[in-house]
């Protein structure tokens, strides 16, 4: 049995640029992109914070330090410059794989900084 579990996450990353006539794709600080463990050109689903969109393109590096998030053709018109956006990878794992497996969770601020990284999410009080 296969199971998709969460690889990377970038979590409440800033949009910088919506681009409808860049060829499509998330351009993403490579920076961000290592620290993740997401590759160039991985598919990876986009959840819009600000607006509740979600959609699945694929990575594209953009220079190392510049922070940018840049969402691109069609995709652009779900977000805006100024949205937080979670970015997530998924992998298939087998289920003896899966049951060890640790994601890479990147926390950034409102400028694409990293505050923390982690691998595991706080186990959610009422």
Known sequence: MQLTVLKAKLHRACVTH???DYEG???IDGSLLDAAG??????????NVSNGERFTTYAIRAATGSGIISVNGAAAHRAM?????IICAYAH??????INHKPRLVYLNEHNKITRTANAIPVQAA
Do not use: H, K, M
Not at 38 to 47: A, T
């Open 81 to 85: 410059p100024g949205d937080r956006v």
């Open 38 to 47: 997401i590759l160039d050109y991985e598919q990876i689903q986009v959840y």
């Open 25 to 27: 794709s998330c351009a």
């Open 18 to 20: 919506a681009e409808v």
């Open 93 to 98: 794992l087998n289920a003896a794989e899966a």
